[in-house]
């Protein structure tokens, strides 16, 4: 019988099979779709289209939340009567009745975002009246519009949380949160809400955390909520926002107002309590009620008229903490507008279209020198301490700014256009004569502690530029061409901390960096360094970035202090030569990590500059150095080899003398008659 090719492959391929098919078709197990405890259970993403049975008597939380659940009804909801959390999220209910929800008297948190609960809306908020001790309960994604919602919260008593996001309500009619009159935190955002109706918040006496972010909201001009703690109004089309007055003060601490159009900062006159407010984003372009805003900002609305009239808003916010004026439309800076703020500790006036920084909002004919300029009073002080001006025009800062902010610590001026004053230049901000070019001081600036002036078109800092400044940070990054020579950091040797330098394009001679013996980071990547400063070599660093720049090598005098407080070194896109990396062992020895190694690349000038990954090196492409112990082993070798040589000649002088040819006579015996004719 011929056999066929390859048939004895193929049953060894399919003998595996074959054997496992008459063990009777053994599977591993598959986990079970819940995981469960005495008192929890996760069905969590179990593909279920059902309630799971044999549920444990006294589970308390149960999560089916990602399942294929369509409805809840009597008949598959199991006696869960200790039950108090249902999460019922991203499933496809469309239906749920009552009779099953009165199965469940202690449920109090019932999650059911991202359902279909919009498609049988009334039997559904029927069926809600079943939850009598409700407490938490979110509706997010339903597709419930405003006329449906009323309906499910009926009779929610001891409702506290609400959460309504993404479904399609468009306005708030009076008596929709009549039914759950004991709501403290409501979430109404990223819906299509336009009209809120006066008294649509009657009922919620208690209510302390209102979102309607992401609505469609252009005026709230009696907003009455007192007893409201936080409010969310971030990205709507508000142009105006008023407090009813009377009545008390408002108890609100946190205000969200960005994303908006507001074109004058809000009028909040009972205020008393505000700590945080977010004005960002917005289109301010004064904050002085008596200027005239521009014809493309006319005032359209009569309340605004009022809103016009005095700075009570500022003088109320006593214990505001946090401001936030970014992004908007500001051009002037008057700081006596925040002196009533006094416990502001942030201020941020970020991305602005600031030029000037005045105080001329209060000022009086009788606050001016004889140049007519503002003279700054010595009580009019602020307590900020951090503040935030990177992104706008400013050339330079008034020689009392920092007098008006004694308790000044961190500053951010970066994307403008200062020049920094020298301290021999008798410290006079804003530069001296009218012809010479303005500048800010920034030394004797007694509790100043970080300061940002990256991105200012820096070129030379003059020397002692932040002497008597106790810097920790200094953030001089991406002045393209900036000169540090070694005078103008004296006075940070014994403070500064952290040093940024990166994007400068400095060479050798533009960074002239003095010993820093408290610096531990330092970032002076994107330049054009062939060598480090050697001041650095005295400081502790724990943290260097060197990418981007022109090093062949890193200095062995450097690593031998670096390697016992470095952590972190970047080290790619330079041109290190591959022969030349006995500093690269040295720092992977001490622990050094390298996150960048895996870009970084040497080069090998043996072979046509050809480059090589730096952290697969190849050794054996490099020449070897021959030390004084290797010329001695040479010279051995080398005498071996003599003597050797010297002993293979006796031995062959001795076999050649044996080999001699025979004596002529000798030679004449043995040839017999055949040689008698010869004589001697």
Known sequence: MQSVPGAGCLLLCLLPAILGAQAGGEVKPRPPPCQQNLTKVSCRAAGLHSFPEDLPQGVKHLDLSHNLLQNLSEGCLPALGQLEHLDLRSNLLEAISGPALAQLPRLHSLLLGSNRLHQNYRDNAVAFSALRSIEVLDLSANGLESHMVGGFLSGLTALRVLHLPRNRLSQLPVGIFQGSPQLTELDLSNNYIMDIEEGAFEALRELAVLNLALNSLHCLSSFSLRQLQVLNLSHNALELFGWEEGRGPYLLQVLDLSHNRLLSFPQLPAAHRLVHLNLSHNSITSLDPGSHHPAQFVLRYEEMV???????????????????????????????????????????????????????????????????????????????????????????????????????????????????????????????????????????????????????????????????????????????????????????????????????????????????????????????????????????????????????????????????????????????????????????????????????????????????????????????????????????????????????????????????????????????????????
């Not at 820096?458 to 005078?487: C, I, K, M, Y």
């Open 306 to 680: 009022s809103f016009s009239t005095s700075l009570s808003t500022a003088a109320s916010l006593t214990r505001l903490a946090e401001l936030d004026l970014s992004y908007n439309c500001l051009q002037l800076l008057p700081l006596l507008f925040f002196r009533a703020m006094s416990s502001l500790f942030t201020l941020s006036v970020a991305m602005n279209c600031l030029q000037n920084i005045t105080m001329e909002l209060l000022s009086r004919d009788g606050d001016r020198d004889s140049n007519g300029t503002a003279v700054w009073q010595e009580d009019a002080v602020l307590s900020v301490r951090s503040m935030d001006l990177h992104g706008n025009a400013i050339r330079a800062l008034p020689h009392w700014f920092f007098d008006a902010l004694p308790q000044l610590e961190a500053i951010d001026l970066g994307s403008n256009s200062l020049q920094p004053c020298g301290s021999d230049m008798g410290g006079q901000s804003g530069g001296g004569s009218p012809e010479a070019e303005p500048c800010t001081a920034f030394h004797s600036i007694p509790h100043l502690q970080h300061l940002s002036l990256r991105r200012n078109s820096l070129t030379q800092l003059p020397p002692h530029t932040f002497s008597r400044t106790p810097l920790l940070s200094l953030d001089l990054s991406e002045n393209r061409g900036l000169a540090v020579p070694w005078a103008a950091l004296e006075g940070l040797e014994h403070s500064l901390q952290q040093l940024w330098l990166r994007g400068n394009h400095m060479d050798n001679s533009r960074a002239e960096i003095p010993c820093l013996d408290e610096l531990r980071v330092l970032d002076l990547s994107g330049n054009r360094l062939s060598l480090l400063p050697t001041g650095l070599f005295c400081s502790p660093l724990q943290t260097l970035d060197v990418s981007g720049n022109e090093l062949p090598v890193l200095p062995e005098q450097a690593l031998m202090g670096w390697t016992r407080s470095l952590r972190a070194l970047c080290l790619a896109e330079n041109p290190f030569q591959c022969c030349e990396l006995g500093w690269l062992d040295a720092l992977q020895a001490a622990g050094v990590q390298l996150p960048d190694l895996h870009r970084a690349r040497c080069i090998h000038h043996s072979i046509t500059n050809r480059t090589a990954p730096l952290s697969s090196r190849l050794p054996w492409l490099c020449p070897q150095p021959w030390a004084g112990s290797s010329v001695l082993v040479l010279a051995a070798l080398l005498g071996v080899l003599l003597c050797a040589g010297c002993r293979v000649c006796r031995l062959r002088g001795q076999a050649v003398g044996i080999l001699l040819p025979q004596p002529q006579t000798e030679r004449v015996a043995e040839g017999g008659a055949a040689h008698s004719d010869t004589k001697v």
